[in-house]
T-cell receptor, first 112, second 112 residues
Framework: GQQLNQSPQSMFIQEGEDVSMNCTSSSIFNTWLWYKQDPGEGPVLLIALYKAGELTSNGRLTAQFGITRKDSFLNISASIPSDVGIYFC????????????FGQGTTLQVKP | GAVVSQHPSWVICKSGTSVKIECRSLDFQATTMFWYRQFPKQSLMLMATSNEGSKATYEQGVEKDKFLINHASLTLSTLTVTSAHPEDSSFYICSPHTDTQYFGPGTRLTVL
């Protein structure tokens, strides 16, 4: 079945540093989504990618849809304490039914 | 973005009781609602899909008789955890099927 492998599992960085995390899949995805989840809350959509090769920014966040359609990365530049949280990649199950499959998540901690 | 609310935000119940979780779309109509479950320190896993006016569909391994889903209107979907047990303790999150996947704020269920 479809699976998403997200890495790294966790990161502990200094404020101001850049962060990079990625997701890979054993199968092709037509859409990649990146979410952030704070404790006790639902995921919040950060960036949506719809085309292979697409590079999209949202403030200090940049994400790219891999050319092979089997991977995506998310970069956070100049991290700040409020970037702390869990970041998930997600893609739609085949057939575009709207069902999402999630990566395992990357827990980010930022030291002021 | 789409506004989705869940009620209650957290609930504690005794083992053997039933708990109903409501998910409302506040500014749009959703014919389809996805229900996800998230155990501590884990990713989100799709449980079931509710469809307005028809039966819900469940993912493999999810007991339909235990997790009752009702999608009575285009703005309300409910998930009832019947005869809850401690292993049902989890974070339950709904997500309406829209062009962009937004999530509700989640409901924390703790079964004693």
């Amino acid at each position: 079945g479809q699976q998403l492998n997200q890495s790294p599992q966790s990161m502990f960085i200094q404020e101001g540093e850049d962060v990079s995390m990625n997701c890979t899949s054993s199968s092709i995805f037509n859409t990649w989504l990146w979410y952030k989840q704070d404790p006790g809350e639902g995921p919040v959509l950060l960036i949506a990618l719809y085309k292979a090769g697409e590079l999209t920014s949202n403030g200090r966040l940049t994400a790219q849809f891999g050319i092979t359609r089997k991977d995506s990365f998310l970069n956070i530049s100049a991290s700040i304490p409020s970037d702390v949280g869990i970041y998930f990649c997600a893609g739609f199950f085949s057939g575009n039914t709207g069902k999402l499959i999630f990566g395992q998540g990357t827990t980010l901690q930022v030291k002021p | 973005g789409a506004v989705v609310s869940q009620h209650p935000s957290w609930v504690i119940c005794k083992s053997g009781t039933s708990v109903k979780i409501e998910c409302r779309s506040l500014d749009f109509q959703a014919t389809t609602m996805f229900w996800y479950r998230q155990f501590p320190k884990q990713s989100l896993m799709l449980m079931a899909t509710s469809n307005e006016g028809s039966k819900a569909t469940y993912e493999q391994g999810v007991e339909k008789d235990k997790f009752l889903i009702n999608h009575a209107s285009l703005t309300l979907s409910t998930l009832t955890v019947t005869s809850a047990h401690p292993e049902d303790s989890s974070f339950y999150i709904c997500s309406p099927h829209t062009d962009t996947q937004y999530f509700g704020p989640g409901t924390r269920l703790t079964v004693l």
